[in-house]
């Protein structure tokens, strides 16, 4: 800031003083910047030795849960109750140290201002004297029904075997009982349980478990990987599935590749996520990007709880997220609607195989049928491009006994492999009849009543069907839903337009009005009959090819040309578009018989 040599000293002075403290306000500013920039670091190295020191508390606290759990299901099975209270009192501690370990380490909830959660002494059981089954089987939730219900139905089974081993069960499992249950069933059952009214509790467990989800079941063709650099939580893990899943178990990431790449490959893969050198992050990345590994559902399984790990594995193709120590009915829970959905999935990719296998084979007999020794006639040239594998449009060609030359180009409601199969009658009938003799009316009354009553009331055929009398120079035409017909000139100039005039095949049941066009031509000339994709085809803009680009492209050719200037001037409109609609194109040459010896001509 620079001072007027003209101003009085006292204000020189005070501008001197302002300039001062604005350079001193700057260099606060800096220094400022610089310690939060400092803090910021400081708060990141923070929050990773959280996250580290969390994980290295949790892993073995796990453990000690897991295999206190397993423990008492062991001894409630075998009838050794001695060990019970002592297992309980180790479950019970490490719950409560995991529950602190939580509330000191967790950087989401410290950071977000939440205050640690207290743990609750347990409630009292309220006084169950007078409560009907009716009103107790509707506190349970829906989700509680289908997670907890394997234990509900163990529980009910020692019931109703041996009272005194069924009491120590839901000891045992009183934790599972509790988190899954809502407060009221809970308390209910246990004073239930704790008054030795174990009738009355066997008939709350029958109703319970009759009225949630089917049980779990249990389908050794199922296998999961589970993946944990900690051979402890590999059996801890295994252990708990065992006679519900086959496993297989990978200590690193290379096994883990290497077995879900491996056949049998597994349905469903628990990955922990730090495991030293790669971690699960990876792993999964790698799972992902290789096509024979990505449709394996991979949960992650680990003792971080940080919201930005959860996102961070969904983002990475993760279907689930389940934190340490896990609770064993909503993992079995969790795992078999995974599966349930990945079946779901290979049943659905299967038909997908099968239904294109079938298409294939459709296209092929289309294809057979499309090569039809009458389409070879020497008059006759054609193009169809189909919008799927399978087209919707139908040419066809034939002479009967008198030389004359039939065609027909048929457009059948919708798409693909359904359109397709509506041709097929129409196609069979065209054939036949004109080895027949029959006229064009006769021809095209047999196919509308063939598709009225085979085809579905929703599938119609559009088509146009003529003869060509090359003696006596006459065309006549039937047209029942295909755009105008042509007849040009050899300088491709439009002579003569045939427009629909009836219905299309399969509409109208009585007083089918199979009028006909006839035409009798004075020079050479061709038939031009195209669907209505040819004139919907789009642009890039998307813009319709239209009536008035066809008759430009037949105008600028001569007259054997103007087929190849009609399909070259298409390909240009589209570009590297595919038409939305099956596109198809016959044109008939009408000339005296002996004029035309050429070659067969036929694109496809």
């Not at 290295?56 to 060990?83: A, F, V």
């Not at 509707?138 to 009272?163: C, F, G, N, Q």
């Not at 919008?387 to 919707?392: A, D, K, M, P, R």
Request: proline share 5%; charged share 25%; with cysteine.
């Amino acid at each position: 800031m620079s001072v007027s040599p003209n101003l009085p000293a006292a204000d020189t002075d005070l501008l001197q003083v302002i300039a001062d403290l604005q350079a001193k306000i700057a260099l606060n500013e800096r220094i400022i910047d610089e310690l939060k920039a400092s803090a910021d670091a400081a708060c990141r190295a923070k929050n990773e030795l959280f996250a580290n020191k969390s994980h290295e508390l949790r892993t073995p606290l796990n453990t000690i849960i897991g295999y206190s759990e397993m423990l008492q299901e062991e001894h409630c099975d075998s009838g050794e109750k001695c060990l019970l209270p002592d297992l309980r009192k180790i479950h019970t501690a490490g719950r409560q140290l995991l529950a602190l370990i939580d509330d000191v380490l967790d950087i989401s909830r410290v950071e977000a201002g939440q205050p640690a959660k207290e743990i609750a002494a347990p409630a009292e059981a309220p006084d169950a004297s007078g409560e009907t089954l009716e009103t107790v089987e509707h506190t349970l939730t829906a989700i509680s029904k289908t997670a907890v219900k394997p234990v509900l139905t163990r529980l009910a089974a020692y019931l109703a075997e041996d009272d005194g081993k069924a009491a120590d069960y839901f000891e045992a499992q009183r934790d599972y009982f509790e988190s899954a249950l809502t407060a009221d069933y809970f308390t209910r059952l246990d004073k239930l349980l704790y008054d030795f009214k174990f009738h009355e509790a066997l008939s709350l467990l029958e109703i319970s478990v009759s009225e949630s989800a089917a049980p779990f079941e249990l389908n050794e063709k199922h296998t999961i990987l589970i993946v944990d650099d900690i051979q402890e939580n590999l059996v801890q893990m295994s252990t708990l599935l065992k006679g519900r899943y086959k496993t297989k178990t990978a200590l690193n990431a290379a096994d883990a590749l290497r077995i879900a790449a491996s056949d049998p490959m597994p349905d469903l893969i628990l990955l922990d996520i730090i495991m030293p050198g790669t971690d699960g992050y990876e792993v999964c990345r790698r799972l992902k990007a290789d096509e024979t590994t990505c449709d394996i559902p991979v949960i992650f399984l680990t003792a971080k709880n940080e919201i930005e790990d959860e996102r961070r594995g969904f983002e990475l193709g993760a279907v689930d997220y389940l934190t340490k120590p896990v609770s064993l009915p909503i993992a079995l829970a969790r795992l078999k609607t995974h599966i349930q959905i990945k079946a779901a999935r290979d049943h659905l990719k299967e038909k997908a195989r099968r239904q294109t296998e079938e298409n294939h084979l459709v296209a092929h007999l289309m294809e057979q049928m499309m090569h039809s020794p009458g389409l070879r006639d020497d008059h006759v040239r054609y193009w169809i491009t189909p919008s799927e594998l399978v087209s919707g449009d139908l040419v066809a060609a034939a002479r009967n006994n008198h030389d004359q030359l039939f065609v027909m180009l048929a457009d059948s409601t919708g798409h693909g492999l359904p359109a397709a199969l509506n041709l097929l009658p129409v196609n069979r009938i065209f054939y036949r009849m004109v080895e027949k003799g029959f006229p064009v009316q006769a021809i095209v009354d047999e196919m509308n009543r063939t598709i009225i009553r085979q085809s579905p009331p929703d599938r119609f055929v559009a088509a146009v069907v003529a003869s060509i009398d090359t003696a006596n120079r006459v065309i006549e035409l039937w047209n029942g839903g295909i755009p105008a017909a042509l007849f040009c000139d050899r300088a491709g100039a439009v002579q003569r337009l045939f427009p629909p005039t009836s219905f299309p095949l399969g509409i109208v049941v009585d007083g089918f009005p199979a009028c006909t066009q006839i035409y009798q031509w004075e020079g050479d000339g061709q038939l031009i009959v195209f669907s209505d994709g040819l004139l919907e085809a789009e642009d890039a803009q998307g813009i319709p090819f239209g009536f008035e680009r066809t008759a430009a492209a037949l105008q600028v050719a001569p007259d054997e040309e103007c087929f190849d200037s009609l399909v070259g001037h298409l390909h240009r409109h589209l570009g590297d578009r595919n038409a939305h609609d099956d596109v198809s194109l016959l044109v008939a040459r009408c000339l005296p018989a002996a004029e035309a010896q050429g070659i067969p001509h036929a694109i496809r």
